[in-house]
């Protein structure tokens, strides 16, 4: 996304969070306003019983003054603890809200952004880009007060002596100013910083991830540099950061301590000539001093507003496929037209990658309960065609039907509950083998969980673990050869009854024999419904109603 794009859709994210967030942050900012009314009184009073309680000798003035600070240090109190309350409980929201959205936005688009990144990419924006939008909404109740706060010291002093309200008024529009101009610089920095953050959490998900391969290899060293390399580029853009804030603050308190000191001066002079009395000075230097936190917080909110707008605008970016939400808007069920079983048709089929052509004007129609077997040279574009049959890719031209009916016009969710595709290399929970098992279909019953470890020629092996079905896998399952987690995943696969199952290599690491088995029993077991499988075994044809040829990148049925 472009620059300036990008950071009008971290301004859209930025307004959408606000809305959502409206019945928390409302009672926020008006604590916030509370809060700061009851600090801008408190110098009021103060002169007012200098100067009509203490000089007149007037000890009620004195008794009533004192009565009021106490009160006014009480709503401070009270709009201190809302605006905390609000600030704390926004926060938290909008971080769950996001993560919420991002999740959602992952998985109901295989053709979304979130595909073009690393897990560990995908990871920093989902904690770094998240908190700091939490940041913002924690600030809101905050800077609102600020913001309000400022211009009425101004109309205070303004009432008490016009010659220090413009003293005031001059220097705030100067911090303002300074300010916006170093925002500009601080997103520069900013989006650097998020950009190195995400490199280097790419580079350790790749370092921890693939330890085995690097170790195995005898390349740990220069995986371990790459990562080093990359924490480098984070700690360099994170000083340069760190150093424009360091020119920025004494800039904000140095303006700051000018205007107390102005006010102090001019004050002082004014007392002397009789032009100002003693408690409005002490008001004026009172509320100057007051200034001083509204100011310097503000200052710091432009790098929280211009950190979460960096922030937005990537994150804006992986939500750009328009799943905003957790659930898709329209029912998780076929469309009305559908026909069941589900049945496959690609009609002139383009797909175009890197601008390369992959697959050209494939038609074919499969039909429920055939069992088709797809083959071609290496590079034909085998995997591209079942990831255009299950609508994983963005078409270059033609159509694929589900059941008679457009892919685009399924809900996603039901698009995945139908047309299930399994690859080579299935990813396994750290659960016991129920629980994988069932995770597409969580209502399995055990006789259900058996039935697909049997086709999948996974019993045996099960059985034979020391807890069977209950044998509880390591990280990804580690522990278990490359074939046994294959046909844990196909037995998965299976276990959701898909009414259509793409098998990619599903069950390329095992002999071939066993193969031949595997396939045979899902040709049993699914004779109602559509199987595709890719395999290179001599044999399978015989089991195949039809047989697929992807040659020349074209489609041909035999």
């Known amino acids: 996304m472009s620059g300036r794009g990008g950071r009008r859709a971290g301004w859209r994210l930025l307004g959408r969070l606000l809305r959502e967030q409206r019945r928390v942050l409302v009672p926020g900012v008006i604590g916030g306003l509370v809060w700061q009314a009851a600090g801008i009184i408190v110098p009021v009073i103060i002169g007012w019983i200098i100067d009509d309680g203490i000089t007149a000798g007037d000890r009620r003035v004195v008794w009533t003054g004192v009565a009021v600070i106490v009160g006014a240090g009480a709503l401070e109190a009270i709009g201190a603890a809302f605006r905390h309350r609000a600030a704390c ?12 959205a991002l999740v959602a936005a992952a998985v109901a688009d295989e053709r979304g952004p979130a595909a073009e990144l690393s897990p560990g990419e995908l990871l920093g924006r989902a904690t770094g880009d998240v908190e700091e939008l939490g940041s913002f909404l924690d600030a809101v109740s905050h800077t609102v007060a600020h913001l309000v706060a400022v211009p009425a010291v101004v109309v205070v002093l303004a009432f008490i002596d016009w010659p220090l309200a413009l003293v005031v008024g001059v220097l705030v529009p100067a911090l303002a100013l300074t300010m916006w101009r170093y925002s500009a610089s601080w997103e520069v920095r900013s989006a650097e910083v998020r950009r190195a953050f995400d490199a280097a959490s790419a580079a350790s998900e790749e370092l921890v991830e693939g330890f085995r391969v690097t170790a195995g290899l005898g390349v740990s060293d220069v995986m371990a540099d790459r990562c080093a390399g990359r924490s480098e580029v984070l700690r360099a853009a994170s000083v340069r950061r760190a150093r424009l804030w360091m020119l920025f603050e004494p800039v904000v308190e140095g303006l700051s301590l000018v205007a107390v000191t102005v006010v102090v001066w001019l004050g002082g002079l004014r007392v002397i000539d009789g032009q100002l009395s003693t408690g409005a000075l002490v008001t004026a230097v009172g509320l100057a001093l007051f200034l001083t936190w509204p100011v310097r917080t503000l200052g710091e909110r432009i790098v929280t507003v211009q950190m979460a707008l960096a922030s937005a605008a990537r994150l804006a970016e992986l939500l750009s496929s328009g799943a905003p939400a957790l659930h898709d808007d329209r029912e998780a069920l076929p469309p009305d037209g559908a026909a069941r079983p589900v049945g496959v048709e690609l009609v002139d089929v383009v ?27 290496v590079g034909a574009g085998k995997s591209t065609l079942l990831a255009a049959l299950s609508g994983e890719i963005e078409l270059g031209s033609g159509v694929v039907r589900l059941g008679g009916v457009d892919v685009g016009d399924w809900s996603g969710a039901a698009r995945r509950r139908a047309v299930i595709r399994v690859g080579p290399a299935p990813f396994l929970f750290a659960g016991s083998i129920a629980d994988n098992v069932r995770f597409g279909a969580p209502t399995a019953s055990d006789g259900d969980v058996r039935r697909a470890l049997l086709t999948a020629d996974a019993l045996e092996f099960v059985d034979a673990l020391p807890d069977g079905v209950d044998t509880v896998l390591g990280e990804r399952g580690i522990t278990l050869s490359g074939g046994q987690r294959q046909r844990l995943g196909l037995a998965r696969a299976l276990a959701a009854q898909p009414d259509v199952l793409l098998l990619d290599g599903a069950v390329s690491a095992v002999d071939p024999a066993r193969e031949l088995r595997i396939l045979a029993a899902i040709t049993e077991a699914y004779r109602d ?4 499988v890719v395999t290179t075994h001599p044999d399978a044809g015989r089991l195949a109603t ?10 041909a049925v035999r």
């Open 529 to 532: 419904r559509l199987v595709v």
């Open 89 to 100: 409980t926004a926060d938290e929201l909008g971080k769950v809200t996001m993560r919420d």
């Open 546 to 555: 039809v047989h697929l040829d992807l040659a020349h990148r074209s489609l």
């Open 351 to 377: 797909v175009e990658r890197h601008g390369s052509l992959v697959i050209d004007r494939a038609t074919v129609h499969l039909t429920p309960g055939s069992f088709a077997v797809l083959t071609g040279e």
